[in-house]
């Protein structure tokens, strides 16, 4: 056990490290993008004099170098530093209440997205090459090779239009949770649709490629009901890959959603991420590139620790 | 009645298609001999049924200028047009032909996803598996430096990046291909260090096996299995990453006709109750059953399992 | 101010269609509009769902861009002065106004018993701290170059402002209606648009930017007939189809820009259809300092290889007119109907494309959705038209973002959005006038810059309408902007939306003033 609290600290002490070079890279491709947020925030009608004017107000004409250490120093301090935009908000209220919002739906999605997923993907792997098996699968796949706006929009046609559940996922202030699930339920239904197949593919997939192996021969060879073979022996052993789809998809919930949040018109980190590139406005930028960032690295920690602990060899390899 | 009506149809379409993989796979087995035949001999009908439509989409794609009646980026009439004799899918919203741009549409999909799909797999599973069976600093490097790419969400960083570089057909293959490789590796290496700490292999570094022989002779055929799986679904998410770029104003140059920019040239009819746009959507899904089909086979195949 | 600008009216598909432009006189109202003519009601909650607003939207006058942020500024703040549904100019905060005998001094009297959300009363030390905000040295400010001829701003006592141009311009009270120049209370001689205090219609309640604006009414709104409902609010809503199902779906009673391409099954669905002709125009661009666009026999063969119909008809769906190579609408007072409408003629092309030695020709042309929506299909439909003259246009989709700053006025060839502005001179000025900071063909006329200048001083109606017929001419003949289209200002409402018989054409929404002058069943 003290070996997977090592292994705890150390990938801790790498995702520091990886948040670092994150930083590093997105600021470094921001700057690489053509324009910078005075031309941007000026759009059309950009002369050269407001161009200059805005970027001396900011400190824009500074070299990059400095910039980027400057924000660094900032946030080594806990300071996200003020919106380019939003003069003088600080990054870190522009961005809470939109954070809870992604959270909210990944939640409420994989909620319903991972009890699904597994346990279609065991019945099928029981299942397999039954009819069962290949309809499900049929329309796990269908259902993923559909753009995710697309998916949105058929089901705001079928559930929308017809008045069960409301198109605009904004969320009026102080609504209850009951509230919440409802306004919500059309982009976690998207969302669930889109990640299900998936996982629910390498379930099946990691359980099958164990069923050949000898000590699962054996334990049917013993007569174990087929079930009670794979739940027991074959499921067990599957986790790490399981594991480790499970927490791509989860990652995918909470950084990756940007079009279902447009569609819906519901204010998470995507949209706001989106907008911010395209802006250039860096602090903001740069704030949720690392709390995507830190969102992916825990995630991956604990899809690891799972593995390891599941996998009594890899508990005791140096 | 609606749902009788349905399930009528869903049985006669399930038996054309079921008597069509029937037939694919009688002359298939007819046409090879040796293994090959063997194989196809006891292949299910499903996966007759995916190579079947693999087939015809690879047909489609090489022989599309004898097949499609107009050019693809053409204008022959107005927009919007019904369907009819001229225009068997009707026109689209500048008054291309939709017939003609979808089977132009299946040479530049497949080919691109083929493409893409290919390399990121070739970049992915070499590094996983060389990540999983060295160790050390090589895995450690690896490790950390496809933590980092993966820890930028890939929509943003295929964003940022065709934003740098520019949105030629090339660029986007490139871009895609190596943001999805990261997805791989990981997984190559999580597969492979499960089979690494067997027995068998530490009996084979004792024999002084080199690297390369470990690697392809003794790993790669025991991680094979969840890799095709994952290539099949793979390979649709590229349909679905150039949709969703071009959602938000990249993807392909127009006016080559692709199936991923043409769902979302159309998809605001679909709010609208018209099915237009589920004509390139299904064509990928179709797409997407059948290689995921093939898949699940050699997948079978390749784990043993003999009932 | 004796000028009466003709009126364009609402119009809808079939008539568009059929009859081009509608003057005033020939105002025609579908029968679902004559209930509009019943006394406006007050109440309910509006809400309106646009196709703009970005997370960067700030309350800063000064860089406010689309029609998210115009409405935004338009229901809270008022303006010195207001362009009227008929294209008038009327005032509104500036009860009336003078102008010197040469144009250079206007002297303008505000209006009595204003007061800002705050209590404070409108004077015209607002007004001047206002204005300021978008000059000098380091303005930064979006509208900067439109006041730039502003040398002097002075008050008279409380109500009385007076400016001083560096030179006359008869048309100068049409600025001050800019919706960059709200009337924001003075602190210390500067504004701190921060707070959010204006002196209009509704009172900002809160403003997520990218999101949605809230306001509730202004009970000591000045003026008694307008701002009906209780509540107004502005919501963002990016996504074309999703702009649609809030409407269907009563999320909202209005939306701007609906998907053209499905308007008819959007009207199928029970909305209604609002479309407004007015300046609002899509342009090609050429670069006429660099080959092969420094031959104008290049640039004509390139204005007769478009086809206008095609695109008129297909990327607008018919909600707009063919134009003329010159950025004057016909809702405009000085358009030349005199010139004749120029045509898709390969003939023609080629020909010109002999006159400039030229067997073939081959250029890319930048286009974006960002430019105007449906400009990468109108690239498109141009290269194909083009293609039977003999001319290769090569439509290159350039990234949405940063498409302001890295492709226009930048690359040699590339597709343009312009709002179009309600007097000629402004719109000369802006994007025509040698050395202008927005002209973007790079275009330098002698004979033009004379007429301009003259034309802006000139108080003889008659003259005037002379020179700026000779300058669209020489800008149609010349210059260096393909404009193919006019688009109309399309807006669908739900069926309660009522509308005064007359819908201002100077931009979308009523003048951006739908959330003052509509109201509910």
Redesign the interface.
């Given at each position: 056990m003290a070996h997977v609290w090592r292994m705890i600290a150390q990938r801790l002490a790498f995702g520091l490290v990886t948040l670092f070079v994150v930083s590093i890279i997105i600021f470094g491709a921001t700057e690489l993008l053509p324009g910078d947020f005075a031309q941007a925030v000026l759009g059309q009608a950009a002369t050269p004099e407001a161009v200059a004017t805005i970027r001396r107000e900011l400190g824009l004409d500074r070299p990059w170098a400095v910039r980027y250490f400057d924000w660094l120093f900032g946030v080594l301090q806990g300071d996200f530093g003020t919106s380019l935009a939003q003069r003088g908000r600080p990054v870190t209220d522009m961005i809470l209440s939109r954070l809870g919002n992604t959270f909210f739906l990944a939640i409420y999605a994989a909620a319903m997205a991972v009890p699904l997923a597994l346990t279609l993907g065991v019945l099928v792997a029981l299942w397999r090459n039954s009819l069962f098996d290949r309809i499900a699968n049929s329309t796990a796949l269908s259902a993923i090779s559909f753009p995710e706006f697309f998916v949105a929009y058929i089901l705001i046609f079928v559930l929308a239009q017809s008045g069960y559940f409301p198109s605009m996922a904004r969320m009026p202030a102080g609504a209850d949770l009951g509230e919440k699930l409802y306004r919500a339920f059309l982009p976690a239904l998207t969302l669930t649709l889109v990640v299900t197949a998936h996982m629910m593919r390498m379930t099946r997939a990691a359980i099958i490629n164990l069923l050949a192996s000898p000590y699962i021969e054996m334990a049917r060879l013993k007569g174990m009901r087929p079930s009670r073979v794979i739940i027991r022996h074959a499921l067990p052993n599957a986790i790490a890959p399981i594991a480790n789809v499970v927490a791509i998809n989860l990652a995918y919930l909470i950084t990756g959603v940007v079009v279902v949040e447009v569609v819906f018109v519901y204010p998470g980190l995507g949209q706001l991420m989106v907008d911010s590139v395209s802006r250039r406005d860096i602090p903001v930028v740069q704030a949720i590139a690392l709390i995507f960032a830190a969102a992916y690295v825990l995630l991956n920690l604990t899809a690891d620790v799972i593995s390891t602990l599941s996998n009594p060899r890899l508990m005791h390899r140096t | 009645m609606g749902f009788l009506i349905f399930l009528f149809w869903a049985a006669i379409t399930l038996g054309v298609a079921m008597a069509a993989a029937w037939a694919f796979r009688a002359v298939a087995t007819a046409v090879t001999r040796g293994e090959t035949q063997r194989a196809l001999r006891n292949a299910?009908l499903?996966a007759s049924f995916g190579m079947l439509v693999i087939f015809i989409y690879l047909v489609v794609a090489i022989l599309a200028p004898l097949i499609a009646h107009f050019p693809e980026?053409?204008?022959v009439g107005?927009?919007?047009m019904p369907w009819s004799g001229d225009h068997w899918l009707g026109t689209d919203?500048?008054?291309r032909d939709m017939f003609s741009r979808m089977i132009y549409g299946t040479r530049n999909t497949v080919g691109i996803a083929f493409a893409t799909t290919a390399l990121a797999f070739l970049i992915g599973s070499v590094f996983g598996l060389l990540a999983a069976t060295v160790g050390g600093w090589l895995d450690q490097g690896l490790s950390?430096l496809v933590?980092?790419m993966?820890?930028?969400?890939?929509?943003?960083f295929a964003?940022?990046?065709?934003?740098?570089f520019g949105?030629s057909i090339v660029t986007l293959i490139l871009v895609i291909a190596v943001i999805d490789s990261t997805?791989v590796f990981?997984?190559a290496r999580?597969?492979a260090?499960?089979v690494v700490?067997m027995d068998y292999i530490e009996a084979a570094r004792l024999r002084g096996e080199g690297l390369v022989y470990l690697i392809t002779r003794e790993i790669l055929p025991n991680v094979t299995?969840?890799l095709v799986?994952?290539f099949?679904?793979r390979f649709?998410?590229v349909?679905?990453s150039i949709?969703?770029l071009s959602?938000?104003?990249?993807g392909i140059?127009?006016?080559t006709a692709d199936w991923?920019s043409m769902?979302?040239e159309n998809?605001?009819?679909?709010?609208?109750?018209?099915i237009t746009?589920l004509l390139p959507?299904g064509a990928?899904?179709l797409?997407?059953?059948a290689v995921?089909?093939v898949v699940?086979w050699q997948?079978?195949r390749a784990?043993?399992?003999k009932e | 101010m004796t000028n009466r600008p003709r009126t364009p009216g609402i119009t809808r598909r079939g008539l568009m269609k059929s009859a081009g432009a509608i003057g005033a006189a020939g105002l025609i109202l579908p029968a679902s509009y004559r209930k509009a003519m019943a006394e406006p009601k007050r109440g309910g909650t509006f809400r309106i769902g646009f196709g703009h607003g970005n997370t960067t939207d700030s309350l800063n006058p000064a860089l406010w861009d689309q029609a998210f942020v115009q409405v935004l500024g338009n229901t809270m703040h008022n303006y010195l002065t207001v362009i009227g549904p008929d294209g008038q100019l009327q005032p509104e905060l500036a009860e009336s106004w003078e102008a010197s005998s040469d144009a250079a001094t206007w002297t303008f009297k505000l209006r009595e018993g204003v007061t800002f959300h705050n209590g404070k009363d409108v004077v015209a030390e607002d007004v001047i701290a206002s204005l300021n905000h978008h000059r000098g040295e380091d303005s930064a400010s979006a509208a900067a170059p439109i006041v730039e001829a502003i040398t002097d701003i002075r008050a008279d006592g409380d109500k009385v402002v007076v400016i001083t141009l560096e030179a006359g311009d008869a048309d100068f009270p049409f600025i001050l209606s800019d919706y960059h120049l709200p009337i924001l209370p003075a602190e210390d001689g500067r504004i701190d648009y921060t707070k959010g205090i204006g002196c209009g219609g509704y009172i900002l309640e809160s403003f997520e930017p990218g999101v949605d604006a809230h306001f509730t009414r202004n009970p000591d709104y000045w003026k008694s007939d307008h701002a009906h409902f209780d509540r107004v609010e502005l919501y963002a809503i990016l996504d074309s189809a999703a702009r649609q199902n809030a409407l269907i779906t009563g999320e909202v009673d209005v939306i701007d820009r609906p998907d053209l391409n499905t308007i008819h099954m959007l009207e199928r669905a029970g909305a209604n259809i609002i479309s407004v002709s007015g300046t609002q125009h899509y342009t090609f661009v050429m670069d006429s300092r660099v080959a092969p666009f420094s031959d104008n026999n290049v640039r004509m063969a390139l204005k007769y290889g478009i086809n206008r119909q095609q695109l008129v008809d297909t990327v607008l769906s018919g909600f707009g007119v063919v134009g003329n190579d010159h950025p004057i609408g016909r809702s405009n007072r000085f358009h030349a109907d005199e010139l004749e409408q120029r045509e898709f003629d390969p003939d023609r092309a080629r020909y010109h494309l002999q006159q400039a030695g030229m067997d073939s020709l081959s250029v890319d042309l930048s286009a974006s959705d960002a430019a105007f929506s449906g400009a990468v299909d109108a690239a498109v439909l141009f290269s194909e038209s083009a293609a039977q003259a003999g001319i290769t246009v090569n439509p290159v989709r350039e990234p949405s973002d940063g498409y302001w700053s890295n492709v226009w006025m930048v690359k040699p060839f590339t597709a343009v959005y312009w709002g179009g502005r309600p007097t000629e001179d402004w719109m000369f000025s802006t994007a025509y006038a040698a050395g202008a900071p927005w002209n973007d063909g790079f275009w330098e006329h002698d004979r033009f810059m004379e007429l301009l200048r003259a034309a802006r001083s000139e108080l003889d109606e008659d003259l005037r309408r002379e020179m700026y017929v000779e300058m669209q001419q020489i800008v149609r003949d010349e210059g260096s902007n393909i404009i193919p289209m006019f688009s109309n200002y399309v807006m669908a409402t739900a069926d309660n939306v009522m509308t005064p018989e007359q819908i201002g054409s100077n931009t979308t929404l009523d003048g951006v003033r739908a959330t003052e002058r509509w109201w509910f069943a």
């Open positions: - | 299910p499903t980026r053409e204008v107005s927009q919007f919203a500048l008054g950390r933590d980092v993966m820890a930028i969400p890939s929509l943003i964003l940022l990046l065709l934003t740098i949105t997805r990981r997984l999580a597969v260090e499960g700490v299995a969840p799986a994952e099949g679904l649709c998410f349909f679905l949709s969703a959602f938000l104003g990249l140059q127009p006016p991923g769902v979302r998809a605001t009819l679909i709010t609208f109750g018209d746009p959507a990928i899904a797409l997407t059953v995921n089909f699940d997948l079978y784990s043993g399992l | -």
